[in-house]
């Protein structure tokens, strides 16, 4: 089963705009991570975020997490063609190391 | 610094045959978990090893094993095929066990059961 619900499942905007993608999960977790995926190949992690933080940077990217809420959420600023993917939250549980992704949300930025 | 590599990258067997996917980890991780990918299913966690020992396994049945060599490297097994596990498996390593470790994943063996 899975731990997590990403929201929106599909997403396209225009070159240039923000992308905004949440993720909701239902347990408490150690950690959250953010990863990418291009049209089958492997996943590339993009952020960790503690359970202690509230929010991360890096580059294009910043991550939020709200614990009370479960749910976190990953924005991509002025966003490339070459974002197209699909980006998946996973998540730790305090009661396991093994990672529990989401559902993914499919990115389309038109050029 | 070689990422994490799996091998082969795409097969084809037929059903009621066994396969074994093989999996190198970064250098120095000695932390190696397995995931399979599928439409229907999304990602799921096969299981994980550290310093040869499963540490974690996930709810697949046991025509899925694995183990872990004294160098980290690690291998999968499916026996007795069936066209459901046709996936992608996703092999994955971090520099030790427990949350905290960032997770990193190679480029997947692509199997599909005919």
């Known amino acids: 089963s899975q731990q997590g619900e990403e929201d929106p499942q599909a997403l396209s905007i225009q070159e240039g705009e923000n992308a905004t993608m949440n993720c909701s999960y239902k347990?408490?977790?150690?950690?959250l991570q953010w990863y990418r995926q291009n049209s089958g190949r492997g996943l590339v992690h993009l952020i960790l975020?503690?359970?202690?933080?509230r929010e991360k940077h890096s580059g294009r990217l910043r991550v939020t997490l709200d614990t009370s809420k479960k749910s976190s959420s990953l924005l991509i600023t002025a966003s490339r063609a070459a974002d197209t993917a699909s980006y998946f939250c996973?998540?730790?549980?305090?009661?396991?190391?093994?990672?529990?992704f989401g559902s993914g949300t499919r990115l389309l930025v038109r050029p | 610094k070689a990422g994490v590599t799996q091998t082969p990258r795409y097969l084809i067997k037929t059903r009621g045959q066994q396969v074994t996917l093989s999996c190198s980890p970064i250098s120095g991780h000695r932390s190696v978990s397995w995931y399979q990918q599928t439409p229907g299913q999304g990602l799921q966690f096969l299981f994980e090893y550290f310093s040869e020992t499963q540490r974690n396994k996930g709810n697949f049945p046991g025509r899925f094993s694995g183990r872990q060599f004294s160098n980290s490297r690690s291998e999968m097994n499916v026996s007795t095929l069936e066209l459901g596990d046709s996936a992608l498996y996703l092999c994955?390593?971090?520099?030790?066990?427990?949350?905290?470790?960032?997770?990193?994943f190679g480029e997947g063996s692509w199997l599909t059961v005919v």
């Open positions: 347990t408490s977790i150690n950690n």
């Open positions: 975020i503690r359970s202690n933080e």
């Open positions: 994955a390593s971090s520099l030790g066990l427990g949350s905290g470790n960032t997770i990193y």
């Open positions: 996973a998540t730790d549980m305090e009661s396991s190391y093994k990672l529990i």
